[in-house]
């Protein structure tokens, strides 16, 4: 496949070193009579923002006009001194998805001005989460983070309504990204043209580097987790070129692994998006107007409840999770349940739905909700992954996977938020002038995916389409990141992890080249894999109890699943066939085997779901139900010869 990225290079340059003129690095270069009016620019730009540090400052505090510090002043302590200028630019008031924010300015080392919003309620005595972030933004605090958080809450500023920023692009041209906790990422004059309120985000290039440094080097070698960090990128794309968004199940991995992988990638964008509720799914009310346009993953979804609630909510609820084999004597500990919300490329249209179906039907909770969705919102559930599959099951050498996995998990959390800003901020560049060429490049990334998978692309757009197309712009997505330094794999890396996730989605559906048509057996698969979750591919290692045979256990796995499996498998018999019809067939595939020590009734399935599944009662109960069919079958046919 080509590599179609190389012309949307923009190097290792920050985004904001090519925002114009009035860029501080560029004005530290300048020379002459222009260089003399940016610097009388930025001393009357000082001057204003100190007289608004001054003019916020309680009683007892003061701006000392020789260090430029706050300090206080007491008869008790004397002189404190506590921290850098900075003031309150407003506070926003409340609402029902976001806390009341702070909008703080400071001025970075480099003289620039920035904007910070953090939540009022995260100033509390203590260590406020508040003052924690300030300080890691680079505003230096010399008092404690309490009397910090005092000067903070006494300051006098205005409180206005909150800003109505919907979540992704705001405007291609010029290009504005907002993403959903307020923040906006875009060039230095285009958030002023557009009258956004919202605070401008900027990613440092040091912590775009520690990212990829301590997180995204460790992909290689895991294809899977290295697509699903390519995915998250891809989230801001799909507008760009009119692609539809996917939600992928990782139902063929251990539950660790999958937990793993999702919260790994989500970590791609900031913190406060990646929310987890620990109830019911009516607590998923307002939860999907938070999550970050781009959040694709899934972790254990049953695709009943999948086909239920994406038609109305992009929000995805987990079963029960289920413990792992206990040790012999010991019981299994019923798990928490756990929300993960998931967001599709409509989130803002969403957003809207939500609020007018309110209006009429009253608060309640988004899944009891009606919302009018336009004809083709909607979110695709994937299955990936190989069956055996491992997350980094070999190591090489002496390595210690998990102190590395525990170290990537530390690592991921250190530097969450990071990489997905940084690569709007990257994209902001070629987005501005080559959207044309994005589009073109991923209409080839399309042709030649649909090659490889052996998919008939055509003129329409089928399902299976609609999802090549997705793992194209995956594909993109990774490509780019590749070219803006933000991933160290190679092009040929990012491209092999996209087709084995996408190969594998076409072997488990079967299609393209993995077409099942001819195959009884493989359609039965191709039936079933899609509809079971981990209770039926890992029943031995997960929910069989110690010391009892499989065909002795009671509750072998759940009731769902069961029937879902039966009626599957009744779909499969042709009309008026038995099920003796379908018995015969499972025999010449070899996929039924038959034991001769054991009663004629015992039978046992060893390939049809996978060599470590046994579904005896399920054969049993399935084909036993045409027993009187079978002997009259028998008997016709003695009665022939």
């Not at 290079?9 to 020379?31: C, E, I, K, Y």
């Amino acid at each position: 496949m080509n590599d179609t990225s190389q012309k949307f290079d923009t190097g290792s340059t920050p985004v904001s070193a090519a925002n114009g003129p009035d860029d501080p690095d560029r004005m530290q270069q300048g020379v002459g009579p222009e260089a003399t009016e940016h610097d009388e620019q930025d001393t009357a730009q000082d001057d204003g923002f100190l007289a608004q540090v001054e003019a916020q400052l309680p009683r007892g505090y003061q701006l000392d006009p020789e260090d430029s510090l706050i300090k206080r002043y007491s008869a008790r302590e004397g002189v404190v001194e506590i921290c850098q200028p900075f003031y309150v630019k407003h506070l926003e008031v409340a609402r029902p998805t976001r806390p009341a924010q702070l909008v703080v300015v400071l001025r970075t080392a480099s003289g620039a001005r920035r904007e910070v919003s953090l939540p009022a309620d995260d100033l509390g005595k203590g260590s406020p989460k508040g003052v924690a972030k300030l300080r890691g933004v680079g505003l230096r605090v010399f008092a404690t983070d309490t009397k910090f958080a005092d000067l903070l809450r006494s300051m006098d500023y205005e409180t206005v309504d909150p800003p109505v920023l919907r979540p992704g692009w705001a405007s291609f041209d010029p290009p504005v990204y907002v993403l959903s906790d307020g923040g906006v990422l875009s060039h230095k004059d285009d958030r002023d043209r557009l009258a956004l309120s919202g605070p401008v985000v900027t990613v440092e290039r040091d912590a775009q580097e520690r990212w990829t440094r301590e997180v995204a080097t460790k992909l290689t070698g895991n294809p899977l987790a290295l697509f699903l960090v390519c995915a998250q990128f891809a989230g801001p794309l799909l507008k760009v070129v009119g692609a539809e968004s996917a939600i992928y199940n990782l139902s063929a991995h251990t539950s660790q692994a999958k937990s793993f992988l999702l919260e790994l990638a989500l970590r791609v964008w900031p913190q406060q998006d990646l929310l987890s509720w620990t109830a019911t799914r009516a607590s998923l009310d307002d939860a999907c107007l938070l999550a970050n346009d781009g959040a694709l993953g899934a972790d254990e979804v049953p695709q009943g409840k999948v086909a239920k609630m994406v038609p109305q909510v992009f929000a995805i609820v987990n079963g029960s999770r289920r413990s792992a084999r206990p040790a012999p004597g010991a019981e299994f500990e019923p798990s928490k349940r756990r929300v993960i919300v998931i967001t599709s490329s409509e989130q803002p249209f969403c957003d809207q739905a939500v609020s007018e179906a309110r209006r009429a039907q009253g608060s309640l909770p988004i899944s009891r909700l009606r919302l009018p969705v336009q004809e083709g919102t909607f979110v695709r559930l994937l299955d990936i992954g190989g069956r055996d599959h491992k997350i980094w099951r070999k190591a090489h050498g002496h390595t210690d996977i998990p102190a590395m996995l525990s170290a990537l998990d530390i690592a991921s959390q250190e530097t969450a938020g990071i990489a997905g800003p940084a690569f709007v901020q990257k994209l902001l560049a070629p987005l501005s002038c080559n959207q044309g060429d994005l589009r073109a490049a991923f209409e080839t990334q399309s042709r030649e995916l649909a090659v490889e998978l052996g998919i008939d692309a055509g003129s329409g757009l089928s399902p299976e389409t609609r999802v090549m197309r997705h793992f194209a712009v995956v594909l993109l997505a990774g490509q780019l990141a590749v070219r803006f330094g933000l991933l160290p794999q190679t092009v040929q890396q990012v491209r092999a992890a996209v087709l084995e996730a996408a190969d594998s989605w076409a072997k488990i559906r079967g299609l393209g080249r993995h077409r099942v048509d001819e195959d009884p057996l493989a359609t039965i698969r191709a039936w079933t894999w899609p509809r079971l979750g981990k209770e039926l591919r890992e029943v031995d290692a997960a929910r069989r109890p110690v010391d009892r045979k499989p065909w002795g256990a009671r509750g072998w796995f759940n009731e769902e699943h069961y029937f879902l499996l039966r009626e599957t498998l009744m779909e499969f018999v042709p009309p008026g066939g038995t099920f003796k019809d379908l018995r015969e067939i499972l025999e010449q595939r070899g996929a039924l085997l038959t034991d001769d020590r054991l009663p004629s009734k015992q039978i046992r399935m060893s390939s049809l779901i996978g060599p470590d599944i046994r579904v005896y009662q399920l054969c049993r109960e399935v084909i036993d139900r045409e027993v009187e069919c079978d002997e009259e079958d028998e008997t016709n046919a003695e009665s022939e010869r």
